[in-house]
């Protein structure tokens, strides 16, 4: 399966918001999510464009992996398989023995919204900004494409695809 996903930069969330009600879009959740992310002491991640991280959101966890972004003007695609993991804090350590390491930590706050056969995230991140992302779960990209248009369109969305993770965008910005 691909993770179809367009990410754009917003003035505010309370806008896209207003908007996802009026349309009939159902609300999931609201989240504060931590991701930490780790390195390979096989090959370096950042060159490979490849993440490892562990999620924590309000006590449940998981480990995933994500594959070489596949990217276009419009949106990425990305392998991504996801684990749900009991005990985050065993899995760091045993990341950390096994020679990874972490690199960097992304926190953000998240409310999730299904609309029109895709998942959309109004994603406020520390020390970057406000966000939408919209995501297509699939094995058909040029349909995930479509339905990602589509929504940006209902939506009033404009502003270009921002191709980089929220990992790359805080690594750029730390680098500064």
Aim: glycine share 6%; hydrophobic share 35%.
């Amino acid at each position: 399966m691909l993770e179809v996903e367009a990410k754009i930069k917003i003035d505010s969330i309370n806008i896209i918001r207003t908007r996802l009600k009026e349309k009939g879009a159902v609300f999931a959740k609201k989240t504060l999510q931590t991701d930490t992310y780790y390195n390979s002491p096989l090959r370096d991640f950042a060159k490979t464009d490849e993440a490892l991280r562990i999620r924590n959101e309000e006590g449940l966890s998981e480990i995933t992996y994500k594959g070489p972004k596949m990217r276009n003007s419009v949106a990425k695609a990305r392998e991504e398989y996801n684990v749900e993991v009991t005990d985050a804090e065993s899995l760091a350590i045993i990341l950390e023995k096994s020679g990874f390491t972490k690199s960097t930590t992304v926190s953000k706050t998240r409310e999730e919204y299904d609309f029109m056969g895709a998942k959309i995230a109004l994603d406020i991140v520390k020390g970057l900004g406000e966000f939408i992302e919209i995501e297509v779960v699939t094995d058909n990209q040029n349909l995930a494409l479509e339905t990602i248009e589509k929504i940006r369109e209902e939506l009033g969305i404009s502003g270009e695809h921002i191709a980089e993770s929220y990992l790359e965008m805080i690594q750029a910005k730390n680098e500064r």
